[in-house]
């Protein structure tokens, strides 16, 4: 897990964009540490006076070639001081920067790294990054934790209450969400485990190698926290309803565990994500009328009844919940 992010910019103290850094540094940093990841700003032992001067000489001059490998040096060093002062492992780290030298210390060091540029016209300088934002204000820690999973391919957890999480789904998941999935009273409402379980697996392989890192959002594992048991899905997806781009709603639980507040818990969580993180206006349900579980579970969260539609050739309800009507609806901020 994410332990600790650690920023270097080339930028010197007294530079504008260093001096408007700072600011959103301090409240990065206070974000952090509300979820117990420390914050750390590197410094190099190499002189403002000759970092500066990198970027004043041709990209293929020997000078050039020798600063860089000057300050390459002093960012890998600045780096391993780091972990060895402060008794951390590079596993946990992950480096925020807009220097190619620091970039290329941390990938030899394994440390994932998000890139930093006011130029995307740059950006072939900063090759070996998991990201890239123009501004700190694209970054925030659900966006960090992202980019240090995505980083080290390991699955993304969504969010997490006193009784569940969400997280990505991995091939391991699928054979105990297939077997949920052939229960009669799942089945008939579930339309994308019919096939036999080998090429689910197949599909559901390509799905998790794509969709989660292309969008950010997708189908996710709904999980107990007290035995990290899978117990459902719930999550986002686009479809196309009367011409138009949405993001619908899907959920399912295993029904061992229907009655106990599980789908809304998890729908909730899902819920925040779209409105907090994709900044969404909006998402719908497109639901069976005889699947009134579904049906309960969406008017209880808020959501209302719009029209019908054609679903596989089946009429379906389609509801819709704005941003504004799950605030009102929850009594929840989304921040």
């Known amino acids: 897990m994410l332990q600790t992010v650690l920023f270097y910019t080339k930028a010197s103290p007294i530079d504008q964009l260093n001096r408007m850094l700072q600011n959103d540094l301090v409240a990065l940093s206070e974000e952090l540490s509300s979820q117990n990841i420390s914050f750390f700003q590197l410094v190099t032992t190499m002189s403002q006076t000759k970092r500066q001067d990198i970027d004043t000489v041709p990209a293929t001059s020997e000078a050039h070639k020798s600063q860089g490998t000057q300050l390459y040096n002093a960012c890998k060093e600045s780096l ?21 030298e620091m970039i290329s210390a941390a990938n030899l060091l394994q440390i994932p790294v998000v890139g930093l540029t006011d130029n995307l016209d740059n950006i072939d300088t900063l090759q070996g990054t998991s990201y890239v934002v123009e501004s700190m204000h694209d970054i925030d820690p659900q966006f960090l934790k992202i980019a240090f999973h995505r980083a080290r391919k390991e699955p993304v957890t969504i969010g997490t209450t006193n009784r569940l999480y969400l997280r990505e789904l991995t091939l391991e998941d699928i054979p ?19 096939l036999p379980l080998s090429s689910v697996i197949e599909l559901h392989g390509a799905y998790i190698r794509t969709v989660y890192q292309f969008y950010d959002y997708g189908f996710w594992g709904i999980f107990l926290r007290e035995s990290n048991r899978l117990i459902g899905r719930c999550g986002l997806q686009n479809i196309i309803i009367d011409s138009m781009p949405e993001i619908e709603l899907g959920y399912l639980l295993d029904e061992t565990y229907w009655g106990y507040g599980y789908a809304k818990e998890s729908i909730e969580l899902t819920l925040h994500y779209a409105f907090h993180y994709l900044c969404l206006p909006r998402v719908v349900a497109v639901i069976e009328p005889e699947n ?44």
């Open 80 to 100: 391993m001081d780091y972990v060895k002062q402060n008794s951390t492992q590079y596993h946990y780290c992950l480096l925020i920067t807009d220097s190619k």
């Open 292 to 335: 009134t579980n579904s049906l309960n579970t969406a008017q209880s969260i808020g959501m209302n009844y719009d029209h019908d539609i054609l679903r596989d050739n089946k009429v379906c309800f389609l509801y819709i919940l704005t941003v504004e009507r799950f605030i009102k609806t929850n009594n929840k901020s989304i921040y």
């Open 176 to 194: 105990t969400l297939y077997t949920m999935c052939q229960s009669t009273k799942i089945k008939r409402f579930v339309h994308d485990m019919e």
